[in-house]
């Protein structure tokens, strides 16, 4: 009953930027948590970024804490990653997801692909 949509990939080069968005309509979206996966070549999906539905706290995987930021608008139940410094390493289909809970990742996007050249 949610259904969630990435936008915002694209291709950039090592050291730039780009800011990933995920819109989210359905029945208690408002409340669930939010977050970002990816799915680098020839890896297993791993977690980014995780923000409740009150902002706080947030979760950053290791490697992208510093350079990633994420955020949430309630008003239009969006969920924003801005990756900042981007590494070749940070290439892989970016996953927006959301759940009644931080550890219930039930509700799944369609992906979105970022490239990051060097």
């Known amino acids: 009953q949610v259904r969630l949509v990435e936008s915002g990939g694209g291709l950039v080069q090592a050291g730039g930027s780009l800011r990933l968005s995920c819109a989210a309509s359905g029945r208690s979206v408002s409340a669930y948590a939010r977050g970002w996966f990816r799915r680098a070549p020839g890896k297993e999906r791993e977690l980014v970024a995780q923000?409740?539905?009150?902002?706080?706290?947030?979760n950053y995987a290791d490697s992208v804490k510093g350079r990633f930021t994420i955020s949430r608008d309630t008003a239009k139940n969006t969920v924003s990653l801005q990756m900042d410094s981007l590494k070749p390493e940070d290439t892989a289909v970016y996953y927006c997801n959301a759940g009644p809970t931080l550890q219930a990742h039930d509700y799944w996007g369609q992906g979105t692909q970022v490239t990051v050249s060097s």
């Open positions: 923000i409740t539905w009150r902002g706080e706290p947030t």
